[in-house]
Nanobody, 124 residues
Framework: QVTLVESGGGLVQAGGSLRLSCKVS????????MAWFRQSLGKEREFVSG????????DVAESVKGRFFVSRNNAKNEAYLEMDILKHEDKAVYYC?????????????????WGEGAQVTVTS
């Protein structure tokens, strides 16, 4: 069994920064590519950013391009999402997801393992 646990969520002022972490535990070999998704109130969950198994390839949604940056440390079995210049529309629950394949995907159905989510709230 493998588990993903997000941390680092919280309250931040508009224009500020926040860094989310995702810790992979248990059968870490079940998780190769990883991604971040988010869900705002009343909206469907959407892809934010993804990273390949070795970190050599990253993907990012247009809505956060240039502001959000994904990375990982395989020695620590962790992935990160650095969020800069946060906007009110970035307020959401952010989920970490993992899949056994090496390459990332924007499709949430391609991910087999999910964390519980971390709330990010952007204030004025």
């Amino acid at each position: 069994q493998v588990t993903l646990v997000e941390s680092g969520g919280g309250l931040v002022q508009a224009g500020g920064s926040l860094r989310l972490s995702c810790k992979v535990s248990g059968r870490t070999d079940y998780v190769a590519a990883m991604a971040w998704f988010r869900q705002s109130l009343g909206k469907e969950r959407e892809f934010v950013s993804g990273i390949s198994d070795n970190g050599g390839y990253t993907d990012v949604a247009e809505s956060v391009k240039g502001r959000f940056f994904v990375s990982r440390n395989n020695a620590k079995n962790e992935a990160y999402l650095e969020m800069d210049i946060l906007k009110h529309e970035d307020k959401a629950v952010y989920y970490c997801a993992g899949r056994a394949r090496d390459y990332t995907s924007q499709n949430e159905e391609d991910y087999t393992t999910w964390g519980e989510g971390a709330q990010v709230t952007v204030t004025s």
